[in-house]
């Protein structure tokens, strides 16, 4: 094979741009046409992101976080704070429980109703905000908030009827030879031998990575406002692992229902599992539906055919806009987005057990005993401290399932298109099986903290021993050194 001169070989840099422009051959531009026509939303047909639903968690080291919001959130009408700081406290001590509403909140100029006021600083896009602490048990109370979205915000219709192109993304150029990783950061080098590669989005793809990309954009914003009103757990942690419930409407088309290509997108053409509401009706549920998401977030997907959900109002409203449907869920359905997020909250805590763990073992040549201790001493005072308290309550809150399931929505198992299950199997209620999981998982929790920090607590103390003894071997070296040193100064002054 005849050896191309170094000066006719391509750079780097032109490699580069020959990966990324592969997209452009023709057969790649019909099959982005047909995709394209394929996915396509319908004119009759809209999909909006009604609202968004997050909800924060105050555990013992962060209750007094709680405390300081209640105290500045401004008192509704014939609503006092200081009953707010109250009902907070008999629930801390295991005197009460149940949720209290702290009203809507919405921006300047926007008609207020009894209960509410405005907030110039809400994020663009939402229209009102609807809040309610849940006191789930004396160790954790968990804050609600339902974001209801404007239509023109949340229409995602849009994104789905425009055309994309197939896109190479991710490209990578990899040099063989002496210094080759360095060789292939250089645009102007010109490599001998060398090989190249990138990732392919489809028209599909780039449709839901954009309707990813509003949704978190909402989320992000409605995030940030309500980690700066009630500063929790879940503001504590990195941003991806708050929990979050969207909620998606469309106007024609039930979801999950026939599976249209034009539902891909939005994941919801189909889900395994999913589940339908029984009470109230019209709703469907199901989760992690976006494996785009690689921060780890917790997505549960609630959707509906607007006029599915609704429930007229009167005064001849119809109540299938973003507002009654997202207030309905806001005010009658909170204690859903409350069970999510415990599920999300112990999940937190045996990622934060699991690292304090595997650092335990990690060999270092400099051991720091006083620095590891105080270290260990921060994990058992707070998230050890939490996880402890948080998964003893949990197991006395599920063991009672009436209890666990007051407020909230029933679901059922939807099996249609899926092979016939076994005979005698009985479709699952979601509510019952998420009290059994979260049961499941704060005993496995449990068991795991008082094992996991128990040993590691003996291994900090026996080192600390240690360490204690080598220190006290080296002063009584010292002090003999001292002495030997004295009597021979005492001698040689006498001499």
């Known amino acids: 094979m005849k050896r191309v001169p170094w000066y006719r070989r391509p750079t780097v840099r032109r490699l580069r741009r020959e990966a990324e422009g592969d997209a452009d051959r023709e057969f790649t531009r019909k099959w982005d046409e047909r995709e394209n026509n394929e996915t396509r939303l319908p004119d009759s047909e809209t999909i909006h992101l009604g609202g968004v639903v997050l909800a924060e968690a105050f555990t013992p080291s962060t209750v007094s976080a709680l405390y300081r919001s209640l105290e500045r959130w401004p008192a509704a009408r014939g609503d006092r704070k200081q009953e707010r700081l109250e009902q907070l406290a008999r629930s801390r001590s295991g005197e009460g429980g149940g949720w209290q509403s702290l009203g809507v909140v919405r921006p300047p100029g926007a008609f207020l109703m009894m ?250 040549r400099l051991r720091r005993p006083v620095r590891e201790a105080r270290a260990l001493d921060n994990y058992l005072i707070r998230d050890g401290l939490d996880a402890a308290t948080v998964t003893s309550d949990l197991a006395v809150f599920t063991d009672d399932l009436s209890r666990f399931r007051r407020g909230v929505p029933e679901f059922t198992e939807h099996r249609e298109g899926l092979p016939d299950p076994p005979h005698g199997y009985k479709l699952v209620d979601y509510v019952p099986a998420l009290c059994a999981a979260i049961r499941r998982q704060s005993a496995r929790l449990a068991t795991d903290t008082t094992a996991t920090t128990s040993n590691i607590r003996a291994s900090a103390e026996l080192r600390q021993s240690i360490t204690n003894t080598r220190l006290q071997r080296l002063i009584v070296l010292l002090s003999v050194a001292a002495t030997i040193i004295a009597v021979v100064s005492l001698l040689g002054g006498g001499h």
Request: hydrophobic share 40%; aromatic share 10%; with cysteine.
């Open 115 to 364: 209960g509410g006021h405005h907030d110039q600083d809400l994020p663009s896009g939402v229209d009102a905000v609807w809040l309610h602490v849940s006191y789930v048990t004396p160790a954790l109370a968990m804050v609600v908030a339902t974001f209801t979205l404007t239509e023109e915000a949340g229409d995602l219709s849009g994104l789905l009827r425009d055309d994309y192109r197939t896109k190479h993304f991710d490209v990578w150029i990899r040099v063989y030879g002496r210094l080759g990783g360095l060789r292939a950061r250089i645009p102007w080098s010109r490599p001998r031998r060398h090989a190249s590669g990138h990732r392919i989005g489809s028209p599909e793809h780039q449709k839901a990575e954009a309707c990813r990309r509003l949704m978190r954009q909402h989320e992000d914003a409605c995030g940030l406002w309500f980690a700066t009103k009630f500063p929790g757990r879940f503001a504590a942690a990195a941003p991806g692992r708050r929990p979050v419930i969207r909620m998606l409407f469309t106007t024609e088309h039930v979801p999950y229902a026939g599976r249209p290509a034009w539902l891909q997108p939005v994941g919801l053409d189909s889900a395994l599992p999913l589940w339908r509401s029984t009470e109230p009706e019209g709703w469907w549920l199901s989760e992690d539906r976006w494996s785009g998401e690689r921060d780890g977030r917790r997505i549960l997907t609630l959707s509906a055919k607007r006029a599915d959900a609704a429930e007229p109002p009167g005064g001849g409203e119809s109540g299938e806009s973003n507002w009654y449907l997202t207030q309905r869920f806001g005010t009658d359905q909170a204690p859903l987005a409350a069970r999510h997020a415990m599920t999300a909250l112990l999940s937190l805590y045996a990622d934060r057990l699991g690292a304090l763990r595997d650092n335990a073992g990690i060999r270092r």
